[in-house]
């Protein structure tokens, strides 16, 4: 990656907080990361991973304890918020309830001292491309929960900041809207190519929305990579384990060849892609997902399935979730809805699948 592509840049940052009892509390632990221009990038991790912290890092909310935090090759750790030219779209809307909507898509405009006629245009702009046209005059407990997020996305645009953050700005919406709403999201991100940092636990709206993803675990990074590496080669069992779901096997390393590794794995050779890390005679699993895993009827013959019992069945339209046990281990199989072939509980099934679509992962 060349430096003229990468906008933003956090060089060894790291946050100490002292707790109530006096304790030093690491919430980003020395975390190097570098964002391109017009990349939108996914901080995702569970509760208290560090996430929300580095966010409020780049946005100038907190300050680092060690570390630089580049823009443009300007070292702006310690700069006040409002000297960053950063946007930012809060989990809680932060609309100013007596404002219309076009007041407070102005707001930041009018702090900047531009002309009458730049506000104006620049405020109808943004409110076309959020979908708010015909809305200037109401107020935000006028609006549905979608509409006030289409109002914070057009205030924090219509700066035209050099870098736009998101701190879980969809989680207070329902299922669907959410979904819609994130579409909207990476449309209108990707059409003015503005430079973003979306913060997330979910993980489905990391995956749709990322040119890349930065899973994080105890304040630190765990994997960067593209939604498509961070789910079929995760860097850590962690990331596996986070990033949708898995199922972990014992197999045995035998030998390696480029990117594969021999395994025994239930009385059979398999060839499988491999973490880089794999070593022969060291602990390893097979990570294999649930949709990888095929079934069929016990009654079916086949040299490469193996034998298992349907423990829980849970039909969810275009597709079937069970839960298989097979030598003392509980699989997770998301298997395509048919007409007419439904596994019952308690039946016996067989199940096998592609090694080419498993992955082995050093245990540590």
């Known amino acids: 990656m060349s430096e003229l592509q990468d906008l933003l840049v956090l060089e060894h940052v790291t946050k100490v907080f002292e ?54 090759g300007q070292d702006i750790a310690y700069l006040p918020p409002n000297k960053r030219e950063m946007g930012m779209v809060f989990q809680s ?44 005059q109401r107020k935000p407990a006028a609006l549905s929960g979608g509409q006030q997020q289409r109002v914070a996305l057009a205030r924090a645009m219509a700066i035209r900041p050099r870098v736009l953050l998101f701190d879980e700005p969809l989680s207070n919406l329902d299922a669907k809207l959410r979904v819609a709403l994130r579409a909207e999201i990476r449309q209108i991100q990707q059409r003015l190519g503005i430079t973003s940092v979306y913060v997330t636990h979910d993980q489905s709206e990391a995956m749709a929305l990322s040119d890349r993803i930065v899973v994080m675990n105890e304040g630190r990074v765990e994997q960067v990579g593209t939604p498509e590496e961070v789910y079929h080669r995760p860097a850590t069992l962690f990331v596996a384990d986070f990033v949708g779901r898995a199922n972990f096997l014992p197999v045995e390393v035998l030998q390696l060849e480029n990117t594969h590794a021999i395994v025994q794995f239930a009385g059979k050779r398999l060839c499988t892609p491999a973490h880089p890390d794999v070593r022969p005679n060291k602990p390893a699993v097979l990570m294999v997902r649930p949709e990888a895993i095929r079934l069929t009827s016990h009654a079916l013959e086949s040299n490469d399935a193996l034998d298992g019992v349907v423990r829980n069945v849970a039909f969810l339209g275009h597709y079937v979730e069970y839960e298989l046990t097979w030598d003392q281990h509980v699989l997770s199989v998301e298997d395509e809805s048919l007409p007419g072939r439904l596994f019952r509980q308690g039946e016996r099934v067989r199940w096998y699948f592609d090694p080419e679509r498993a992955f082995v992962l050093p245990k540590r």
């Open 93 to 136: 809307y932060a609309l100013f309830p007596h404002l219309s909507v076009f007041e407070n898509i102005a707001y930041g405009l009018r702090l900047r001292r531009l002309s009458k006629e730049e506000i104006e245009q620049r405020v109808r702009t943004f409110m076309a491309l959020v979908n708010l046209t015909g809305l200037e």
């Open 19 to 72: 707790s109530r009892e006096g304790r030093n509390v690491v919430a980003v632990n020395d975390v190097s990361l570098s964002i391109r221009k017009g990349e939108l990038i996914t901080l995702l991790g569970p509760s208290g991973c560090g996430k929300t912290t580095t966010l409020r890092l780049i946005a100038g909310f907190e300050l680092p304890t060690r570390g630089r935090i580049l823009l443009e």
